[in-house]
């Protein structure tokens, strides 16, 4: 019965949303991530709990819940979870994604009960509860569990607060990721040539994409803007706080720097100081190139760029403005919107996704008429931009994740029921390793081989290397005699007779004898010779001895003569072997037997 | 070399892009391909060429490039890799057959051919079902490959121009054979029409064939040109008819020769002496091509890691220097090619058949592009007009 570690990507859904993933290994249960799908309003948004258990809470059944960042699509259904199904146990995550988490939940909580109307959702005193429970991660930390499940981890890059986690149950680990970047990539290769995961466990959404580069999504951006501005337009940028806004901001203001540019950029100022105290916060966890703008400056001492107030919304000319929320659900994005949206010279460009109910979700389906509080219709004239910055892993991506974590098995999770044989194949092919893609639903079974390590004894080394041959080649296995010793939590692998004398007990040999009767008239001592000399011209490259003590050796077969008590003319040759010597006995008793016949 | 210099460098370019291209798309393959052919309206397929283990990838194109009204509400901008398939050795050559789901390859070494099934929605890979034989066994250069619209379907290949022949897919039954004594290497093979082909040589001869008839085929000899050992290219231009057709030669000197089908051994209709600055000596990646809707423009590639468009009107019978109309600079610019030793060149590029500057190129580091350029002359008399 081999060792499997069993993985079950929970819920049933299309699209991007509800990442949730039971891995059992070693006895335990987790759950990887507990998303929201945003495309549904019904129970379906929510991963199919169900397969744990039919009724009741989940805390019996899972040792701990591992969320790997911010994004609703990850972490969406934790309250629902935790609150409304039941579970108690520890919910592990980063510390940027406990800060950041609870924001977004009551956000979403917010559009999704007040402008949609709905009734079964989780509250915010849900949301205050489930946070209790969580435990928050420090970097490069090992986390007892309990006494057998560990769990670390590791930078992933791809958000704030974005982490690779590696979950060890005693040899056997699993490592998990969403996605990982460039910056994190330099230090996976540090750590994970280590360990060699059983399992790496990643999501494969965009595994068949190849990407537009970077570059070329800022250069739209920065076109699209300065396209805008150059013909006396506004431009709106609704961002989350923590989101795009700050690599934007950079951005435009290089731009402005090297085209000389004169229009106003503005950044509302709730942004400024919420955005400055998580920077400050988690400094450890941003990348290169903001880290290097914080630490030059203060992020928002920029040249180009002013706080904004909302008055300046009415003036004339052209200007770029970043306001929150992203959605553009509420508050002073929404407010600006509404200024600008007659006006086909302005545009407004949305950077990321928006959720079912917010005007940013309704303009970028192409709604030009929008109604507003107290039956006001807006009718929507400014030019509507989406553009997508979001860093997901792609084909390539993929492949070079592999290359350096080396896992024994891979498995991607992409809750599609599209298939994927050609990546699967070339991963096989790549890199010599099974590669699983379960379905929502289903569960992949992977079976383990854990080294278990023992212990050898000085002196049975020793003797194995006497033996001649190649030296111990963990490729090449070779087998060897000894005795495997449990004594309380260790194994040692001594010989056999130090093993007896550990014991204290007496070795026995096991002999075996057999009677030959031969008709023979001559004298036992010449029997015997003559027994000597046949059996060394038929048998050659045997070792044959005719010994002073009256007996012949073949190998360690005895062969002894005497004189039947029945008859004179015939002889009882007695032959005896031990345990070991056994194989020779046919050959001889042959032999022996066309003696007889001679 | 540190991120941030990288940065720098591209800053120029890609500032200037903002006004000298409508759209730009850059893409890194894991490897890269010596093909870009269209298998579909939205897909193309690329291939590797190493000499050995190598993938097939149908590519489909990124959303925002078809999305023409609602362009802005469209944030999708990745190639979805639709089918893959893995082959045993380098693919030089390939050529979708129209009206199937299958593609024919070479491997530059041989004249033979595979053929592959591209794959249906039921599966993403992408397998090989058969193979051709050409008519000769080793080949310097390979076969060409062409084909059009047939029913059943039917390719035209050859290594020389002795050897063209015109196979039925399915039965592998060969239906006409090009009998010529000559053994040029070809280096251009081409319907104009259901019947006419054309089976251009590396020396610079173009062979016109109608497949009805078994008179001997119209040979065209080389243009004029100084220098024996230059080698030639063609591409012919296909319109409503085959008499409109025209014939674009280019040398690998860089001398570029128009000629109308109908009169092609009578001499060109104009020539130019382009500024192809060239940099590698590896000629196989030379590529010239005739715009599908913009009337008189060539597309040229191969000699550096630029692809130039040309206008040829108003180049006259005199063999003079012209600069590009245009010139993507791109795969130089943004090269991830660490071996300095070897500058990046372009290995292949194909034009939109319908958008009419947009084009897709490849080049040695396996960076693809797509890009919409603005043309410089558009406000000036005389820039060309799309056809459509």
């Not at chain 1, 592990?92 to 402008?115: G, S």
């Amino acid at each position: 019965n081999m060792p499997e570690i069993n993985v079950t990507p929970l819920g049933a859904g299309q699209d991007v949303g509800r990442s949730c993933i039971l891995v059992s290994i070693g006895g335990k249960n987790i759950m990887l991530d507990c998303g929201m799908h945003m495309g549904y309003n019904d129970d379906r948004r929510f991963p199919d709990f169900s397969y744990i258990t039919q009724n009741g809470r989940l805390t019996d059944f899972l040792d701990c819940v591992i969320i790997s960042h911010f994004h609703l699509d990850h972490c969406g259904a934790l309250p629902y979870m935790s609150e409304m199904v039941g579970y108690d146990g520890p919910i592990y995550m980063t510390h940027p994604t406990k800060a950041i988490c609870p924001i977004l939940l009551e956000d979403f909580r917010k559009i999704t009960v007040d402008k949609k109307g709905e009734t079964n959702f989780f509250t915010s005193q849900m949301i205050k509860d489930c946070m209790k429970k969580v435990v928050p991660l420090n970097l490069h930390q090992t986390v007892q569990v309990d006494d057998e499940l560990e769990i670390k981890a590791y930078y992933a890059g791809h958000v704030l607060g974005a982490a690779m986690v590696h979950i060890k149950v005693g040899s056997e680990s699993v490592v998990y990721t969403v996605s990982v970047n460039k910056y994190a990539k330099s230090h996976i290769s540090a750590w994970i040539d280590k360990c060699r995961p059983d399992i790496l466990i990643s999501e494969s959404t965009y595994a068949t994409t190849i990407r537009d580069s970077k570059r070329c999504r800022e250069r739209d951006f920065l076109k699209k803007v300065h396209e805008t501005i150059e013909r006396g337009g506004k431009v709106l940028i609704p961002v989350f706080a923590l989101g795009r806004a700050q690599e934007l901001c950079i951005l435009l203001e290089t731009f402005w720097e090297r085209m000389n540019l004169k229009a106003p950029i503005y950044f509302s100022t709730g942004l400024t100081e919420k955005a400055n105290h998580y920077y400050k916060l988690f400094i450890t966890w941003t990348n290169q190139k903001i880290r290097k703008t914080f630490v030059q400056r203060n992020m928002f001492e920029f040249k180009h760029i002013k706080a904004f107030d909302r008055s300046y919304a009415d003036n004339p000319g052209p200007m770029v403005v970043f306001a929150t929320p992203g959605m553009l659900h509420a508050g002073q994005s929404l407010q600006i919107f509404k200024k600008w949206a007659g006006n086909e010279k302005n545009m407004v460009i949305m950077p990321g996704y928006c959720v079912q109910g917010t005007i940013g979700h309704k303009i970028l389906n192409g709604q030009r008429k929008l109604e507003m509080e107290g039956r006001a219709t807006l009718d929507v004239k400014l030019q509507v931009e989406y553009m997508s910055f979001s860093a997901h892993a792609d084909a390539k991506g993929i492949m070079q994740l592999i290359r350096m974590a080396e896992p024994r098995n891979m498995l991607l999770v992409h809750g599609e029921a599209v298939k994927m044989e050609f990546l699967k194949g070339k991963i096989e092919q790549e890199f010599s390793i099974d590669c699983y893609m379960p379905a929502n639903g289903e569960t992949a079974t992977v079976t383990t081989n854990p080294s278990v390590p023992v212990d050898i004894s000085l002196n049975l080394l020793k003797r194995e290397m006497a033996l001649g041959g190649p030296l111990p080649d963990p490729k090449k296995p070779r087998t060897m005699h000894g005795t495997l010793i449990m004594k309380e939590n260790s194994l040692k692998l001594v010989s056999s007779e130090q093993a007896l004398k550990e014991l204290g007990l007496n070795e026995h040999q096991l002999r075996f004898t057999c009677r030959v009767q031969l008709q023979d008239p001559h004298s036992d001592p010449d029997t015997l010779h003559r027994i000597y000399t046949h059996l060394k011209s038929v048998l050659k490259g045997y070792t044959i001895q005719h010994l002073p003590d009256g007996t012949v050796m073949v190998e360690s077969i005895v062969i002894k003569v005497s004189s039947s008590a029945e008859d004179t003319n015939a002889k009882v040759l007695l032959l005896s072997w031990s345990y070991q010597g056994g194989e020779y006995f046919f050959t001889a008793l042959c032999i022996v037997k066309r003696l007889m016949y001679q | 070399m540190e991120a941030v210099e990288f940065d720098d460098i591209l800053d120029d370019w890609f500032i200037e892009s903002l006004k000298t291209y409508k759209d730009l798309h850059v893409y890194q393959l894991e490897h890269p391909t010596q093909v870009i052919e269209w298998t579909s309206e939205k897909t193309v397929c690329v291939t590797g060429y190493s000499l050995s283990k190598n993938e097939i990838l149908e590519l489909r194109l990124p959303l925002k490039l078809f999305a023409d009204e609602n362009k802005g509400l469209c944030a999708e901008r990745d190639f979805k890799v639709a089918h893959g398939g893995f082959t045993d050795g380098p693919v030089r050559r390939l050529r979708h057959i129209p009206g199937t789901r299958c593609v024919v390859t070479n491997d530059g070494l041989s004249s033979d051919l595979q053929v592959w099934d591209l794959g249906g929605d039921d599966s993403d890979v992408i397998r090989r079902t058969g193979s051709i034989a050409g008519r000769r066994n080793v080949s310097e250069r390979g076969s060409r490959i062409a084909a059009r619209l047939s029913s059943p379907p039917q390719v035209l290949h050859g290594a020389q121009s002795s050897d063209v022949q015109l196979t039925e897919l399915t039965s592998g039954r060969t239906l006409y054979k090009l009998e010529t004594d000559s053994t040029d290497p070809l280096s251009f093979l081409q319907f104009v029409s259901d019947t006419v082909f054309l089976a251009g040589c590396c020396n610079g001869s173009v062979y016109v064939t109608d497949t009805r008839t078994s008179a001997a085929p119209q040979l065209s000899p080389p243009p004029a040109s100084s220098g024996d050992s230059v080698l030639w290219w063609a591409d012919a231009s296909v319109g409503p008819h085959p008499s409109s057709c025209r014939v674009v030669r280019l040398s690998s000197s860089g001398q570029a020769v128009v000629s109308d089908l109908r009169s092609l051994g009578g001499g060109a209709v104009c020539q130019a002496q382009l500024d192809v600055q060239e940099r590698c000596c590896n000629l196989d990646h030379i590529r010239v091509s005739w715009a599908p809707t913009l009337d008189d423009c060539i597309s040229v590639s191969g000699f550096s890691g630029v692809v130039q468009i040309y206008n040829t009107c108003g180049w006259s019978m005199e063999l003079q220097e012209r600069q590009p109309l245009f010139q993507h600079r791109g795969h130089v610019v943004s090269s991830q090619q660490t071996d300095d030793s070897t500058p990046v060149f372009t290995t292949a590029h194909i034009w939109h058949p319908e958008r009419p500057r947009t084009l897709l190129s490849a080049a040695s580091d396996g960076s693809v592009h797509v890009w919409d350029w603005v043309d410089p002359e558009q406000s000036a008399a005389g820039s060309p007009i799309p056809r459509t």
